[in-house]
């Protein structure tokens, strides 16, 4: 049986992106919005750069309310646990709650 990790390892950066907004979605629902970003081309020569491993995610989530940022981004790195030990080899997070997010100048 294959897992969802063994699987990440092995997929493509479009599919590894679909895996990772999966995973938060069915995580945090209900989720606003997931913006994936593959960073791995501005990270050439870096450790995982090659493996497309360098991720940014801009999420949006009712779950973040009353949460502190560090405890937002536990919550994403709980989501996406076992994809950080194979696959993702760096994560930026941006975690907004719905309400947060409607402030943001456009």
Known sequence: MT???DVFMHATT??????????LAAALAP???IQITD??????GHA?????G???????AAAFAGKAR?????MVYD????????GIHALAITAYTPEEFALLPR
């Open 79 to 86: 989501a996406l646990a076992d994809a950080m030990q194979r």
């Open 70 to 74: 560090v405890a937002r981004h536990r």
């Open 54 to 60: 360098h991720f940014s995610v801009t999420i949006v």
């Open 14 to 23: 479009a599919e590894r992106a679909a895996l990772i907004e999966a995973r």
């Open 39 to 44: 960073d791995s081309a501005q990270h050439a």
């Open 3 to 5: 897992s969802d990790a």
């Open 31 to 33: 989720v606003a919005s």
């Open 48 to 52: 995982g750069a090659s493996a497309g």
